[in-house]
């Protein structure tokens, strides 16, 4: 697979995760471990049929190490997710763990062959000031709390480590991925049981937004991302994924769950201007 063709099947990643927040309120009230759990299980699903037509022997020649790092990636950084809004349900926690795609950027010019420009920087800062546009656009909330802050922080570490780190994991097969998912799904099950109160979806279109969650955002997404970061640009998909919120609160727009507005024009300027930049090549 080209670096191209691989960069663009790790933007479907972004992609679905826009509807991540549409989808996650049509699924109300299940409670985020247990929905946590449920999605997984799809996308571990998922990815047993992906698997099947490869051959489970790949699974067999990947290490458990592996194994406990994607697993602690995927299952910590909605640990630490869900518990920073819990603690801390403002603007501001949303601001902070969505500082992934910048810290992608930014840890990506460690990596051996990669180098990080101008470009990169300057475009990140621009993409992430659009980013901010959108999540603090409806002002200062009640509820902030240092210890979210901290939690919402080492979300935003956890993920873009995991995505980094991988990327030096090129030649685990994809398909391990498959493993990670279905680990997270018994973490998330054993935390729902001691932390939560059962609660099921109270109509068919939340059953339907459950579905759609564990086919796309927190199913299929982790497998098009991990080929994103293993064989794509991962400078460029760093930031592409702030195209993220701007998609999402329009996602949420069109579906009449939110307001549209200036800011939402200004930050798709924002977004686009500085992905572009990003994009640019030395001549």
Known sequence: MSRNKATAVG????????LLALLTI??????PFLLNAICFAIGGTIGLVWTGRQGFHLLKSVSWKVYAFGTI????????????????PTAETGLIAYLWPLFIVLFSGLLPGEKLRAPQLTGAAIAFAGAALIILGGGKESGFSTIGMILAFGCALTWSAYSVIS??????PTESVTVFCLASAALSLIAHLALEETVWPASTAGWISVLLLGLGPVGAAFFTWDIGMKRGDIQLLGVASYAAPLLSTLALIIAGKAEASWLILVAAALI???ALIAARKPG
């Open 73 to 88: 990636g995927l299952f910590g950084y909605h640990f630490l997710y869900f518990t920073a809004f819990r603690v801390s």
């Open 26 to 31: 049509g699924s109300a009230p299940v409670p």
């Open 272 to 274: 686009t201007g500085g």
């Open 167 to 172: 990327r030096r994991l090129g030649d685990v």
């Open 11 to 18: 933007f479907t990643a972004v992609l679905m995760w826009a």
